[in-house]
């Protein structure tokens, strides 16, 4: 069976607010990703549980079912793909057919995402299609230094940067590097930020290592 995928309409997630958020199987995941077992955050806590239920199959539903409900969101609104998971596709590659289907359904809406899979030519061509589509796909950094090498590819690109790391910065290769505003600016979230959905933004979103594996995330975006 083809993993599911599970969408709630209304998060109570405080940080990106009350906006539909979906969920992928932990089989989209690259296990090239350095935190999936060091620290992932969607792997303690709540979301735990909700994930380990869509990676199961006993929670959410089939890709077509997926598409529809992507369809029928209202004009205009702001969803974020994958609160845990990644681009479709089990692994490394990206199912160029299944985000092209997921493009297409959110034409008109504001989806964003970020993804950990490698950048082969096919994949590049994927992400390149769907940024220039609307459909907000930021490169998911493991340091400032990873960052740096990531922007040049011309996308938009969101890294986990050390705790210590103040609000705005500069990295070593002059990119400016912003701290999530729901990090640092209370009652903030990502229905009232918006930055990550905007791929033309000219900055690196930066997140500081939070939750229960945050120490094992930071050994490794400080190294």
Known sequence: MSPLTHLTLKSSNVKTGPIPVSTSSSATCSPSCPFIDSGCYAKSGPLAIHWSKVTSGTRGMDWQ????????????????????????????????????????????????????????????????????????????????????SLVQHGLPVAAVVPQSSPDRFVSPSGNRIVICPAQRIENMNCDKCRLCAKGNRGFIIGFRPHGPGARKVEAIVSR
């Open 65 to 148: 079912s997926f598409l529809s409900a992507i369809y029928s969101l209202p004009v205009g609104q702001l969803w974020r793909h994958n609160q845990a998971g990644d681009l479709p596709g089990i692994g490394n590659k990206i199912d160029v057919k299944q985000l092209g289907q997921l493009v297409k359904a959110s034409e008109g809406k504001r989806g964003f995402t970020y993804t950990h899979k490698p950048l082969s030519a096919t994949n590049l061509k994927s992400i390149r299609s769907a940024n220039a589509k609307g459909f907000t796909v930021n490169l998911s950094a493991n340091s400032v230094a990873h960052a740096d």
